[in-house]
């Protein structure tokens, strides 16, 4: 099942997304769904082409948890070795954004890079020390995101908040996937000026990941306790490289779709 969140004429309503892949981007229709999606799934009735609707960014989490070098390539690419526990951050709920928003580049960096990741919503029973088992069972489902990161404040402030947490630093999106098998999907990043000239920039597989992500939401969870809605971002494969303002920057991951956001400079 995939669980979208969009504005409408009449307001803002999560809904599932109905058709297959054979629909095409304007197959899809989206049919609303009484209040959150946490619960059992109830259908108001009302239903609107996924082209006549905006997208948000599928879920408001109350915090995002973040996972560094997860993938060792990636963190051979920054000359760093891969960690011996999962390596925690976080990202403010502010600096999430959803499809086709703008990332917005800020005037204190001169770097600002992509990082493509296997984003995991949590759901109703949210995680507390949780075991492995517990810890599959609080897996709501997995959308894609984009760990935008200052990488020139990373470098200069030594820790991570400010380079991670600017305003449109957290993309999400375009919908949640329910029911899937995330062992070894294929994770993709593609920036480019236009859409007939996108260029690969990351490719990887989740199977490649240090710590697996019924681990991470378990490690997680023995540090502080994970929400219905909280976000974890399981860490990106090698290839992150600069934006600029005028890209278009699209994360696929296999199962799941694709998120695009354009690059502007901030106001």
């Given amino acids: 099942m995939r669980i979208a969140r969009f504005a409408h004429a009449k307001g803002m ?11 095409g981007p304007q197959g899809l229709t989206i049919a609303e769904i009484e209040g959150h999606p946490f619960g059992q799934i109830q259908f108001s009735g009302a239903r609107w082409a996924l082209s006549d609707v905006r997208l948000l960014s599928p879920i408001l989490p109350s915090k995002v948890v973040c996972v560094g070098r997860n993938y060792a390539e990636h963190a051979a690419e920054h000359g760093s070795e891969v960690p011996k526990e999962p390596l925690l951050f976080l990202k403010p709920s502010t600096s999430v954004i959803g499809p086709r928003d703008a990332i ?12 493509a990741e296997l984003a995991v919503v949590i759901g109703a029973p949210g995680a507390r020390r949780a075991d492995r088992a517990a810890a599959e069972r609080a897996i709501f489902g997995y959308t894609c995101a984009n760990d935008v990161t200052a990488r020139d404040l990373q470098r200069s402030d030594g820790q991570w908040t400010r380079a991670k947490g600017f305003d449109s630093f957290c993309p999400i999106g375009p919908w949640i996937t329910t029911g899937l098998d995330v062992t070894d999907l294929e ?13 690969v920039r990351q490719l990887g597989r989740t199977k490649d990941m240090v710590f697996d992500v019924p681990a991470l ?51």
């Fill in 217 to 267: 939401v378990s490690y997680i969870s023995h540090v502080m306790t994970l929400l219905p809605g909280d976000v974890v971002l399981t860490g990106t494969p090698a290839g992150v490289s600069p934006l600029t303002d005028g890209d278009t920057v699209t994360v696929r991951i296999e199962g799941i779709g694709e998120l695009t956001n354009p690059v502007v400079p901030v106001a």
């Fill in 187 to 199: 994770v993709r990043c593609e920036v480019g000026r236009n859409p007939e000239e996108m260029e």
């Fill in 104 to 115: 917005r580049l800020p005037v204190f960096s001169k770097q600002v890079e992509h990082e």
């Fill in 13 to 23: 309503s999560f809904g599932v997304v109905e058709g297959g892949p054979e629909a």
